[in-house]
Every structure is written in C-alpha cells, then in structure tokens.
Antibody, heavy 119, light 108 residues
Framework: QLQLQESGPGLVKPSETLSLTCDVF??????????WGWIRQPPGKGLEWIGN???????HYDPSLKSRVNIAIDTSKNNFSLRLTAVTAADTAVYYC???????????WGQGTLVTVSS | EIVLTQSPATLSVSPGDRATLFCRAS??????LAWYQQRPGQAPRLLIY???TRATGIPARFSGSGFGTDFTLTISSLQSEDFVVYYC??????????FGQGTKLEIK
C-alpha cells in the first residue's frame, strides 16, 4: 500500500524559504510510469498545482510560481522535496505531495501539512 | 491556461436521490479529465479519470461522462458520506494542471 508523508516546519516567516519533504513508503520513487508532485490548498479555498518531478530529475512548474519554486528528488532516500522562496501570507496553505500517473491525474495523496506564513 | 468552471457551486440533494455535477473547460480537453472527492480535513481522493473510468475501490454509484468541453459527475443513490466537496481537474494541456473551483454537495 503506497503511502506519502509530508514533513517540515508548520510556521515560516515572511520573505523566508518554505521547505517540505515527502517520504514515499510502499513503493519505489524510481518507477518509470509516475511523476511526483506538490499541490497546495489555501484555507477554505480550492486546489493549486505547484509542480512535478520525474525520477530522472526533470521538473515542471506552475508558471506563476516558477521563479520561486524548486522541486528535487532523492532516489536513495525514496523522497522528494519542495522549496518555495520569498514566501508571503498568500503562501499559507495545506501542502500535499502526490503521485502523478503518467503525467496526468493525481493518483495518490499524502495527508497534507499546514504551513502558515507569519512573523 | 485551461480554465475549468464547475457548476453549481453548491448543490442541495436529498439522501437516496441522484446528484449531477458539471465541469466545463475553456477549450477542448478531449477526455483528459479527472474528478476528486474531498472530505473535511482530508486530502482529496481520486474518483474518476479519463472522464469516465472509476479509480480503484470507487463505488459504482459514481459515474463520469463527457468529452471535449463539457463533463458530468453523477452520484446515484446518495449516501451520507457523499455530502462533501468535489473537484474536476484537466491534464490535457500542462503545465499548468488546472482544477475547477469545486462543488459542495449538501443535504437538502
């Protein structure tokens, strides 16, 4: 049974960098049919795609966040990570890591982690 | 960027009845559409992909249809646990993947 588990600070100061890790259990992150990604949901609002990464390191990002986002993968640790720089209150959200089927739909989700941007 | 518009924003239906939710794309997305269910405090769960294929473990009362720009999610014989929020998502043209704004299904 595949499980994804997000971890990282729940509180980040404005202008600083948000960093999260997603550990993958019950399956290899190096499997060729899947991408791995991040989606966020501001409180009371809808879903926003942030970006994807393939096991080879190829990345795709939302154009509106591209200048501030970096997603990396560590196949030796079977996890991947998100860095979002220069955060503001607008970046406050529940952040989900996901497995993306063949670059299409989001097949498996982590339980999500709330990150609040506040001084 | 492809914009998805879900309607209605809120749908009131009685338990045991049928609910029909709509998702319209700003341009043709073939059948590259997925539906998700989100319960309060939980992550979304994949219901439907390819516009009409149920994901593993999804009950048969959930069905999807549509092609091009207009799609529907139908839930027959509504159960109490079905009264939550539903999102559609397109993967025909990305980046970016885009989601609809959601439909909240509430008890009438």
């Amino acid at each position: 049974q595949l499980q994804l588990q997000e971890s990282g600070p729940g509180l980040v100061k404005p202008s600083e960098t948000l960093s999260l890790t997603c550990d993958v259990f019950g399956g290899s992150i190096s499997i060729t049919s899947y991408f791995w990604g991040w989606i966020r949901q501001p409180p009371g609002k809808g879903l926003e795609w942030i970006g994807n990464i393939y096991y080879s390191g190829i990345t795709h990002y939302d154009p509106s966040l591209k200048s501030r986002v970096n997603i990396a993968i560590d196949t030796s640790k079977n996890n991947f990570s998100l860095r979002l720089t220069a955060v503001t209150a607008a970046d406050t959200a529940v952040y989900y890591c996901v497995r993306v089927r063949s670059g299409s739909y989001f097949e498996h989700w982590g339980q999500g982690t709330l990150v609040t941007v506040s001084s | 960027e492809i914009v998805l518009t879900q309607s209605p924003a809120t749908l009131s239906v009685s338990p045991g009845d049928r609910a029909t939710l709509f998702c319209r794309a700003s341009q043709s997305i073939s059948s590259n559409l997925a539906w998700y269910q989100q319960r309060p405090g939980q992550a979304p769960r994949l219901l439907i992909y390819g516009a009409s294929t149920r994901a593993t473990g999804i009950p048969a009362r959930f069905s999807g249809s549509g092609f091009g720009t207009d799609f529907t999610l139908t839930i027959s014989s509504l159960q109490s646990e079905d009264f939550v929020v539903y999102y559609c998502q397109q993967y025909n043209q990305w980046p970016p993947y885009t989601f609809g704004q959601g439909t909240k299904l509430e008890i009438k």
